[in-house]
Nanobody, 124 residues
Framework: QVQLVESGGGLVQAGGSLRLSCAAS????????MGWFRQAPGKEREFVAA????????YYADSAKGRFTISRDNAKNTVYLQMNSLKPEDTAVYYC?????????????????WGQGTQVTVSS
């Protein structure tokens, strides 16, 4: 049974930074693409960023480009999301997810495993 546990969320002022971590347990996810999604109150869960199995390729939603960086450490079975220049509209619960594919995928349906989420709140 794969478990994903996110950490690193919190309250930050606009313009600040946070680094989210997602630690996987149960089995190695070094052959799986990983992704980050977010869900704001009253909105659907949306794609933020994804990384392929090796970490060589990444992809970002337009809202995240230039501000967020996804990375992974397969030796630690962990994926990260560095978020800089945060804006109030980035406020959401952020979810880590693992796909069955090795290559980058961006749709929720392509991801099999999900964490419980970590709250990110950006004040203006």
């Amino acid at each position: 049974q794969v478990q994903l546990v996110e950490s690193g969320g919190g309250l930050v002022q606009a313009g600040g930074s946070l680094r989210l971590s997602c630690a996987a347990s149960g089995r190695s996810l070094s052959s799986n693409a990983m992704g980050w999604f977010r869900q704001a109150p009253g909105k659907e869960r949306e794609f933020v960023a994804a990384i392929n199995w090796s970490g060589e390729n990444t992809y970002y939603a337009d809202s995240a480009k230039g501000r967020f960086t996804i990375s992974r450490d397969n030796a630690k079975n962990t994926v990260y999301l560095q978020m800089n220049s945060l804006k109030p509209e980035d406020t959401a619960v952020y979810y880590c997810s693992a796909a069955l594919a090795r290559v980058i995928v961006t749709t929720k349906a392509a991801y099999k495993y999900w964490g419980q989420g970590t709250q990110v709140t950006v004040s203006s």
